[in-house]
Structure formats: C-alpha cells, structure tokens
C-alpha cells in the first residue's frame, strides 16, 4: 500500500472517529463543516496539479474540468458552514445548493470530453457492468425519493434542488463505470474506477440527504448525519485518483526510461 493510500485511510478513520467522541453537537458541527470545505478544496487542488502537469492534453484537460466540480462543491460546503456556524441555521435549501448544482456540470462535461476522444467502439457487455450499478441506483432512487418528493408538498425549489442530485448523479456514475469499462486492464481503468468510487458514495449520499430531509431527519443529527462519511469518501476518491494517475505515469516513465537504458547497453 502506498504512503498517500494510508494518508487517506487515516483522514477517513480520523473523520469517522470524531462523531463518536463524547463532546458537544457544536464542536463536532465545527470541526465537520470546517473538514468538508477544506477537503473538497484539498480535493480540487490535486485535480488541478494533475491540470499543471499534463497541460493541455485530454487527461490535462479533463482533470482541469473534474477539478473545477470539485472547487464548486467546496464553495457550497464554504457556504454551508457559513450558515451552520455563523448564522446558526439549517441551510436548505440555500446559496450552497446553487454551487453544489453548478459542480456537477464541469464534472458531465469532462466525460463527455473523454468519451470524445475514444477511438474504439463499445461493445455491448462492456456497458452492461455500467448500466445494472446506474439502473439499480436510479430505481432505488426513483421510488424512495423521487416519486415521493413529486407528489409532496414541498415548494417547487425544495422540489427541483432534492431531485436535481440523484438525477444528476445517476449521469455521473454511469459514465465513470463506462469509462471503468473502456479501459479495463490498464492504469486508467483503476483511475476511473476510483473516480466512478468517488461518484458513487456521492451519489448514494445525494440520495439519502434528499430522503432525510424531505423526513426532517437530517438536522437531528447522528444516525442520520453519518452520510457524511460517503461525501467525505467522494471528496478522499477524488485525492486518491489524482494521486494514483499521477505516480502510475511516473512509474511508466521510469521502467521505459530503464529499458531504454538496458537496450542502449
């Protein structure tokens, strides 16, 4: 296991541990809004060094557009610990979903740029993986939370933002498991699968906020609040990912750069 492999786990364990230790509901609302907003932020950094480091290339500019979701999202978390720890509210529906919203759409677009570029055509099992995990995740999605939220009473905005988030994370994790798929057996099948990781633990955690608090559950805190372990998981793919592609193509580069060397010899 690589060093930045157990740097995560240990953030992740370092997270988790917090809810459970005996002190007060505002600390603890503290420390986890303040985590949010730095990881995403944390999270986005690593994306776009991957930016710096290609250039302008189609993995350059796709980390570039991935990155970009990934700093609107930690501009909502900065928004929601504004609200939580400032204004001392519950902050929905709020400013924060409007950024929330916004990051998914660099984030489809950066798929759709990959998918572009691919030279290959898809043949049907290689998109059957794809499609059940996006089919199961869409119907369970449909029938807890958008069917019920359809015909609530809720406001047509608490309506649009609740459904909005399973919708688009549906989009999000068929395409990173396509991508899975397309490159199975090489170094970008693992970095797509750790980002479709990453989508996926966002999506379920999109899914069950938008049941929760349509239920009034989530403000009132542990059991329901420890869905933030599975955003915290997204935001930690994120890092991982871009980490991973990076030393891999390092890796690459050294063993050809050996090669070379043993053949010149």
Not at 93 to 108: E, Q, V, W
Not at 192 to 199: D, G
Request: proline share 3%.
């Amino acid at each position: 296991m690589e060093k930045f492999e157990i740097a995560i786990i240990f953030l992740f364990l370092l997270f988790v541990s917090f809810y459970f230790l005996g002190i007060e509901k505002s600390i603890k609302t503290i420390f986890s809004d303040i985590f949010f907003f730095s990881l995403a932020f944390a999270a986005s950094y690593f994306c776009f060094s991957n930016y710096k480091k290609f250039g302008k290339s189609l993995e350059g500019k796709t980390w570039f557009l991935l990155g970009a979701g990934v700093f609107f999202w930690g501009l909502g978390e900065l928004i929601w610990a504004y609200y939580e720890i400032i204004k001392e509210v519950y902050p929905f529906p709020s400013f924060a979903d409007f950024f929330y919203i916004i990051g998914y759409f660099p984030m489809i677009l950066a798929t759709f740029y990959y998918f572009s570029y691919i030279k290959f055509p898809f043949k049907i099992r290689k998109i059957y993986l794809a499609a059940l995990v996006s089919i199961i995740y869409g119907l369970l999605s449909l029938f807890f939370v958008l069917l019920p939220l359809a015909t609530s009473n809720l406001s047509l905005l608490e309506k649009s933002i609740l459904i909005a988030y399973p919708v688009l994370d549906v989009y999000l994790i068929f395409s990173a498991l396509l991508l899975v798929e397309a490159f199975r057996g090489g170094a970008l099948s693992r970095v797509w699968f750790i980002i479709s990781l990453a989508f996926l633990f966002t999506g379920i955690a999109d899914t069950l906020f938008s049941y929760f608090s349509w239920n009034g559950l989530y403000e009132l805190g542990p059991p329901y609040s420890y869905i933030d372990f599975l955003w915290i998981g997204g935001y930690l793919c994120f890092i991982h990912a871009s980490i991973y592609e990076r030393t891999s193509i390092e890796e690459i580069a050294k063993r050809i750069k050996k090669e070379s060397k043993r053949f010149i010899y």
